[in-house]
């Protein structure tokens, strides 16, 4: 049974930084992309980077491309989710997915089949 382990959320202020972790397990982690997501308040569930299962490909939404870095470790079956210069809009809960292959990565929540109970970020103005 995979499960998955969310840990790192918490206050910050505007401009601060915050280290996510999310760790796996149940199936060999190096086999899957590993995604995150978050959830404002009122929002729908957004796609915010994902890392392939070698971590040798990322991709980043938009709105936080240049602020947040993905890395994984399969050594350790984690990824983490570095998070610079925060903004009160990147207030949410933040969730961590297990993708269906390793590779291509992709935006869609289709394409993960395992998630984590979530890790709530809040970043004060």
């Known amino acids: 049974q995979v499960q998955l382990v969310e840990s790192g959320g918490g206050l910050v202020q505007t401009g601060g930084s915050l280290r996510l972790s999310c760790t796996a397990s149940?199936?060999?982690?190096?086999?899957?992309?590993m995604g995150w997501f978050r959830q404002a308040p009122g929002k729908e569930r957004e796609f915010v980077a994902a890392?392939?299962?070698?971590?040798?490909?990322?991709l980043y939404a938009d709105s936080v491309k240049g602020r947040f870095t993905i890395s994984r470790d399969n050594a350790k079956n984690t990824v983490a989710l570095r998070m610079d210069s925060l903004k009160p809009e990147d207030t949410a809960v933040y969730y961590c997915a297990e993708g269906v292959i390793a590779f291509p990565i992709g935006v869609a929540e289709m394409m993960y089949d395992y998630w984590g109970q979530g890790t709530l970020v809040t970043v004060s103005s």
């Open positions: 890392i392939s299962g070698s971590g040798g490909s990322t």
């Open positions: 149940g199936r060999t982690f190096s086999n899957y992309a």
